[in-house]
């Protein structure tokens, strides 16, 4: 199955088109990043893909099911899931409260609610931060803690968007783990990150997004020896990954 957006286009003011013409796809156990400077049309795209902004044209299909007239919450229903950049937990409730806020929404026995919360908070490393209220989280706690609620829906694909700003480097390492956890339980990741190193070491590959437009697509070393790549976005003094050593 496949995540598709073709040709999508959104105008903004005086009619600048912050996206124009984009088409791009993610694949089922793939993590596809989006990339490119600030005011590329990143952020729009996720938004419009996930359905919380409309598109002045342009399709949006789960595998077959074309999916662009269907409301953010049904395409989620359907398997499409978004951590926005901005914090999305309930502050003033407990770890455990927040998953049990979006385990409400699941039609299956209380059981396996608390069968499904439970595994949750074991497998992303919760437990001893249960009982403690989201507002006094760290950055790494609290996205921790939305992406084990996210999975609560049982995302076919899920979008991040800047999942490692305003977390420290021990943290970006664990997040970055999480998210091939994701992978190998077969879910598609299409990820966007100003932290642009940390991003390429997990990606399978990227598209470069510049001035509303796809501009490349290639994996990570294949951007990293394209001059344009260098010249618009990475810069040419940009060559090492920390974890994997690609050159």
Aim: hydrophobic share 40%; proline share 3%; charged share 30%.
């Amino acid at each position: 199955m496949k995540l598709r957006s073709v040709s999508l286009v959104k105008s903004f003011k005086k009619g600048k088109k912050a996206v124009n013409d984009v088409s791009l796809e993610v694949n089922r156990g793939e993590i596809v990043g989006l990339l490119g400077p600030n005011g590329a049309g990143k952020t729009t795209i996720f938004k419009m893909i996930v359905g919380s902004l409309l598109m002045d044209s342009g399709s949006v299909y789960l595998g077959d099911k074309n999916v662009t007239g269907m409301p953010m919450f049904k395409r989620a229903q359907s398997g499409i899931s978004y951590l926005p950049q901005e914090p999305s937990i309930f502050k003033k409730l407990t770890v455990e409260e927040n998953l049990l806020a979006i385990a409400e929404y699941l039609k299956i026995p209380e059981k396996e609610k608390k069968e499904k919360i439970e595994h949750s908070i074991q497998e992303f490393g919760l437990d001893k931060l249960r009982n403690q209220k989201a507002y006094s989280l760290s950055g790494g706690e609290k996205r921790r803690t939305e992406i084990a609620r996210a999975l609560l829906i049982n995302p076919v694909f899920l979008m991040l968007d800047e999942p490692f700003v305003g977390i420290d480097p021990i943290t970006v390492n664990e997040i970055q783990h999480m998210i091939k956890i994701l992978k190998a339980k077969n879910i598609g990741i299409l990820i966007t990150d100003h932290n642009v190193r940390e991003t390429l070491e997990i990606i399978d590959r990227a598209y470069i997004i510049y001035d509303g437009k796809i501009l490349l697509e290639g994996d990570a070393k294949s951007l990293l020896e394209n001059a344009e790549a260098r010249r618009v976005y990475l810069g040419e003094k940009f060559n090492t990954f920390r974890g994997n050593e690609i050159q």
